[in-house]
């Protein structure tokens, strides 16, 4: 067993540091979806791998175990969102870009609940977002489906939003009387 303050990686570095293809790709993934670094993107990488990899070992694999596990892959998947059809070959077809759509930032941005991607992330750091009953304050949770319509703002505070065609412009005070 290891130190319990010293956690485990839950991520694998690229192989190839420098490639430009796959920075350039990390780079339009890290803007498209307000990501704070790319580890967060190896992160999703390897939750993919790993749900596409147990994938391949069920499709190899026969018996009322892999009807059980099949079974139990798929409705986690179908629970988080991830995953919409009935089927172990559409486990494979997975990419980044799926998990990092159910994030709680993505879905606080998607829901116009803010402005810009990071804004929501800068509204979720700072504690002003609950899903359910609970403040959710980390931006890289995944969002389960049920939990999807029970995303809201805080009352407490209040986010002014920009109109279309004034984007970037203050919005003037209310003059005292």
Not at 57 to 80: A, F, I, P, Q, V
Not at 83 to 99: K, R, T
Request: hydrophobic share 30%; proline share 4%.
């Amino acid at each position: 067993m290891g130190d319990p303050r010293k956690q485990r990686r839950r991520y694998e570095r690229p192989q190839h540091p420098w490639r430009s293809d796959r920075i350039t790709e990390e780079n339009e993934l890290c803007k498209k979806y307000g990501l704070k670094n790319k580890k967060e993107i190896w992160k999703a990488k390897s939750r993919t791998g790993r749900f596409r990899e147990q994938a391949r070992k069920l499709l190899g694999s026969s018996g009322e175990e892999r009807e059980k596990e099949s079974k139990e892959l798929l409705d986690k998947l179908n629970r988080l969102g991830i995953l919409e059809s009935p089927s172990i070959e559409d486990v494979l077809g997975l990419n980044v870009e799926n998990l990092l759509e159910r994030r709680l930032e993505t879905r606080v941005y998607r829901g116009n609940l803010a402005n810009t991607i990071k804004q929501a992330r800068q509204l979720i750091v700072h504690g002003h977002i609950i899903v359910g009953d609970n403040v959710v304050s980390i931006p890289g949770y995944i969002t389960p489906k049920d939990e999807e319509d029970k995303i809201k703002l805080n009352e407490k505070i209040k986010v002014v939003k920009l109109d279309e065609g004034k984007q970037g412009e203050k919005v003037p005070e209310k003059e005292k009387a």
